[in-house]
């Protein structure tokens, strides 16, 4: 409570002082303030009264520059009265300026003033122009005239009231300014005075205080150590931790425990102990530490799993005996009821340990525990992954061979389709060859027998023709026989191997054809070939129009369509043969047929697409319910036109 007293005391004291002196700061600025709008006021008083005679002056100068205009005809004077009158109005200017606060009756009379001096000026003005028409007498009368000599009366009488108020304002304005200076100076002064004495009393009183103060740091002081040290303390707990996040190296992180226990508990020395090994082990130490402590106390420690606290060496259990030795702590290393070691703090003298140093001293031993479990973890799994490499290592290599052995029989797999194809194309060639060997031999010797047969019964019919009446149907008919025989071969040698596809090329050979087949089937196709396609290679020529015959003969037998159309063109290196209808469409080959034997490899959509294969191109199939699209694309050779 008294403290409370005291601090209101010293709040009251120096707020009052304070606030006093805000008052005079306030006072003084306001009187500043004054002061500056005072002599902003007297500064423009001085330009009202250094403006009026000028304004006077300069009109006296214009009358005296016209007069001289007038008398000496000099052009001179006529640049001077026109300078004069720029300069009245310029005075007048800076009087309007000056003048801004001035109450409205002063801004009336300055109106006034510039009204008069206007009336002046164009007053020479007229008696110029009288002088520019010759008439110098009456220029010179004009200017001497009462009504002119009553304005130059009026101009000077309003410039001398104006002078004469502006006189006496800035003579009051000037006493206003020196009596606030005055109060201003006054009331500094005796705030001055109150504030030095208030803040003396506070002065006083502060003083008295001081000692109690001190002795308040000095407790703060040991306060601020203890939290200092425990800041250190917290910055090597978490360097510890961070070497604890190297598993693999776990001297670093024991060098920093011991370390942080003698710089920060402090201890002359500090000893981490291993337990689990089969026998006391010593792996980081900063002093010799005695045998029976090595052996006796942590097995003690290990069996009881308790801290052990020897403040002074003479009440040592173990009877140890040292004169190096005055007291020692030692804390187990424990990790889920197993203790891995102990860890020890080493004093010379005697000295009892504090909760706050038990405490520390018990977190490092933690620490450790938990660093020596995180090594040996990844000791045991550096074990495990060389096991898994070594046994990785030999499941690859089993990979490699059966890799090896699966691109061997990958590579047989293609060798033996490659030769598949090729065994395709050269059947498609040897089928092509056949067909035109038996086109050729229907076309040739079939045909030309049949033809001496029809010779033959024609002639026999006319050595007949008295003898049996019974002979002659017989024979008309063998004729008939013979005839349809002999068309049927030559349709069929033609359709085998067209001669006309060798002679005249595809476009030709299509027109041929179709104009068959639309007799034969009663389907009408359009063709429709551009004369830029030219004679193609033998090869192309072929598989194309193998490609019409099959699509042709899928038409007839499948879309149940009465329409079709051919289109033949050459775009960018490519012969692009479309066959289309308006049928209904069939299933996809995918769907319908297996990949055919080697003996109907000219059968079908599967023979169509090895014969356009052999030569590079490819088949396409669009089949919907509204009609089907056979598309063959085929590159062209160099020698091709």
């Known amino acids: 409570m008294k403290r409370i007293h005291n601090r209101v005391i010293v709040a009251v004291g120096f707020w009052l002082a304070v606030a006093i002196l805000i008052g005079i700061g306030v006072a003084t600025h306001q009187s500043n303030l004054d002061f500056i709008r005072t002599g902003d006021r007297i500064k423009r008083a001085r330009h009202v009264i250094e ?12 009358e005296q520059q016209t007069r001289e205009l007038i008398k000496t005809d ?92 502006e006189q006496h304002a800035f003579i009051a304005r000037d006493d206003e300014l020196k009596a606030k200076a005055h109060f201003s100076v ?64 776990l001297k670093p992180a024991l060098e920093q425990i011991v370390r942080a226990v003698v710089e920060l508990m402090p201890s002359d020395d500090a000893s981490v102990i291993l337990w689990d090994t089969g026998a006391p082990q010593s792996v980081v130490s900063t002093g010799q530490l005695p045998a029976t402590l090595k052996d006796q106390a942590t097995r003690w420690i290990a069996e009881h799993k308790q801290t052990l606290v020897v403040p002074a060496i003479g009440d040592d259990l173990f009877g140890t005996k040292t004169n190096e030795l005055g007291a020692y702590a030692g804390v187990p290393l424990l990790l ?44 045991r799994l550096q074990d495990i992954n060389r096991l898994l490499e070594s046994r990785v290592h030999e499941r690859t290599v089993e990979l490699i061979g059966t890799n090896e052995r699966l691109l061997h029989e990958v590579e047989e797999r293609l060798h033996a389709e490659q030769a598949l194809h090729d065994l395709s194309g050269r059947l498609l060639q040897l089928q092509d060859q056949e067909r035109r060997h038996i086109a050729r031999e229907l076309h040739d010797v079939t045909a030309q027998n049949l033809s001496a047969i029809t010779l033959n019964l024609a002639r026999l019919e006319n050595i ?41 090329g595809l476009p030709r050979a ?46 007839r037998r499948h879309a149940g369509s009465q329409h079709a159309s051919i289109q033949l063109t050459r775009d960018d290196g490519f012969v692009i043969l479309e066959i289309k209808d308006d049928g209904h469409g069939f299933p996809k080959p995918a769907e319908t047929e297996a990949p055919p034997p080697a003996v109907q490899l000219g059968v079908g959509i599967t023979g169509m697409r090895e014969r356009l294969r052999q030569l590079g191109g490819q088949l396409d199939v669009e089949s919907s319910a509204t009609g089907t699209i056979v598309r063959a694309v085929v590159p062209m050779k160099g020698n091709e036109t």
């Not at 403006?51 to 214009?62: E, H, K, T, V």
Request: hydrophobic share 45%; proline share 3%.
């Open 51 to 62: 403006n009026l005679p000028n304004i006077r002056f300069a009109l006296q100068d214009a």
């Open 74 to 165: 000099d052009m001179t004077h006529q640049d001077a009265r026109l300078l004069a009158a720029v300069q009245v109005t310029g005075a007048f200017n800076r009087l309007r300026k000056a003048s801004a606060d001035w109450p409205a009756q002063g801004q009336q009379d300055i109106a006034a003033l510039e009204v008069l001096a206007g009336d002046r000026l164009r007053l020479l003005d007229e008696a110029v122009k009288l002088r520019n028409t010759q008439d110098r007498a009456a220029a010179i009368q004009l200017l001497d005239t009462d009504q002119s000599r009553a304005l130059v009366s009026q101009i000077d009488a309003s410039i001398y009231a104006l002078m004469e108020a």
């Open 186 to 249: 006054a009331l500094f002064v005796l705030g001055c005075f109150v504030s030095l004495g208030i803040l003396s009393g506070v002065f006083l009183y502060l003083n008295v205080q001081i000692d109690a103060r001190r002795a308040a740091e000095i407790a703060l002081a040991r306060e601020k150590a203890l939290l200092e040290q425990q800041y250190r303390r917290q910055t090597a707990l978490a360097k510890i931790e961070f070497a604890i996040n190297q598993p693999h190296e």
């Open 336 to 379: 889920e009821n197993d203790v891995l070691g102990v860890l020890y703090a080493l004093d010379r003298k005697t000295r009892q340990y504090r909760g706050d140093e038990m405490d520390f001293l018990e977190s490092l031993a933690a620490r450790a525990a938990l660093a020596i479990s995180k090594v040996r973890l990844y000791d």
């Open 464 to 504: 007949l023709a008295g003898a049996d009446p019974k002979a002659l149907p017989v024979i008309n008919e063998s004729i008939h026989l013979a005839e349809d025989c002999l068309r049927e071969i030559r349709t069929l040698s033609y359709v085998l191997h067209p001669p006309m596809l060798d002679e005249y």
């Open 510 to 555: 299509l027109e041929w054809y179709l104009d068959g087949f639309a007799t034969r089937s009663g389907i009408r196709v359009e063709l429709h070939a551009l004369p830029t396609v030219g004679r193609l290679s033998e090869e192309t020529e072929m598989a194309l129009f193998r490609v019409v015959q099959e699509g042709l003969t899928n038409i």
